[in-house]
């Protein structure tokens, strides 16, 4: 049977009693419609799944009693970071949600000079905090244990540019010197990078180029930016990491 697990961002421990969060305690209380007795799962982003027990449920709250913890063991060997222009609402979701069910470990969002969205500071934050929610709810469905990272937008040359040295950095291009067939591995992992619905300019092309990403061909037709980071992360999964 199918186990619903719920995000807890808080310390949890073996023979431990806590109130669920509001968002968790509705989820499995109201949605689930668990009662008093009844088991549940949590994950709290550190590697393991927490078995528990719903020992109160009020009005207002539940609580549970942690009964055990079990390490799991499917994340993927390959160190994938979307470095992904920043895209529309329902799209921009669609990538975090699934991307993280591929493995990814690391989101960083960039603004691109065709980037459509704008964000000041304050939309930026609320941006951020409902993107890692989409991470947390992908890693609750597809038995992830652990929550990939999703930084605060930031200009595509300084992403670029802070990515590792020695990491495959790969951008999508059908002229790229790059085939599925020549990649290998390497010690800094993959960064792949993917633009906005506007696609990358002149300098944003140049801007990579300087930072060390290579063109990777994938195909001869052109893909939406909601299209093209799945399409490349699968590839390369299948090429270097666990979907071979």
């Given at each position: 049977?199918?186990?619903?697990r719920?995000?807890?961002?808080?310390?949890?421990?073996?023979g431990?009693?806590?109130?669920?969060?509001?968002?968790?305690?509705?989820?499995?209380?109201?949605?689930?419609r668990?009662?008093?007795?009844?088991?549940?799962?949590?994950?709290?982003?550190d590697?393991?799944d927490y078995?528990?027990t719903?020992?109160v449920?009020?009005?207002?709250?539940?609580?549970?009693r942690?009964?055990?913890?079990?390490?799991?063991?499917n994340?993927?060997?390959?160190?994938i970071?979307?470095?992904?222009?920043?895209?529309?609402?329902e799209?921009?979701d669609?990538?975090l949600?699934?991307?993280?069910?591929?493995?990814?470990?690391?989101?960083?969002?960039?603004?691109?000079e065709r980037?459509?969205?704008?964000?000041?500071?304050a939309?930026?934050?609320k941006?951020l905090a409902?993107?890692?929610?989409?991470?947390?709810?992908?890693?609750?469905q597809?038995?992830?244990?652990?929550?990939?990272?999703?930084?605060?937008?930031?200009?595509?040359?300084d992403?670029?540019n802070?990515m590792?040295?020695e990491?495959?950095?790969l951008?999508?291009?059908?002229?790229?010197?790059?085939?599925?067939?020549?990649?290998?591995?390497?010690?800094?992992g993959?960064?792949?990078?993917?633009?906005p619905?506007?696609?990358?300019s002149?300098?944003?092309?140049?801007?990579?180029?300087?930072?060390g990403?290579?063109?990777?061909?994938?195909?001869?037709?052109?893909?939406?930016?909601?299209?093209?980071g799945?399409?490349?992360?699968a590839?390369?999964?299948a090429?270097?990491?666990?979907?071979?």
């Open positions: 049977m199918r186990v619903t719920s995000y807890i961002d808080h310390p949890l421990t073996v431990q009693t806590l109130s669920l969060p509001e968002d968790a305690a509705n989820h499995l209380v109201r949605v689930m668990l009662r008093e007795g009844d088991g549940c799962v949590l994950f709290n982003g590697g393991q078995s528990a719903l020992v449920v009020g009005k207002r709250d539940a609580q549970v942690i009964e055990a913890a079990t390490a799991l063991d994340e993927s060997p390959l160190h970071t979307l470095l992904q222009g920043i895209a529309r609402g799209k921009m669609l990538i949600q699934k991307a993280t069910e591929l493995g990814v470990q690391a989101f960083v969002p960039v603004n691109a980037t459509e969205v704008k964000l000041d500071a939309r930026a934050e941006r409902h993107w890692h929610s989409v991470v947390v709810s992908a890693c609750g597809s038995g992830r244990a652990r929550v990939p990272s999703v930084v605060a937008p930031r200009s595509l040359q992403a670029a802070a590792p040295a990491a495959l950095k951008t999508l291009d059908p002229q790229g010197e790059h085939r599925l067939s020549t990649l290998s591995a390497a010690p800094g993959v960064v792949i990078a993917i633009g619905e506007g696609g990358w002149p300098r944003d092309r140049q801007a990579l180029a300087a930072a990403f290579q063109g990777l061909q994938l195909g001869p037709r052109v893909l939406r930016t909601e299209t093209a799945l399409a490349a992360i590839a390369v999964q090429r270097l990491g666990d979907l071979g």
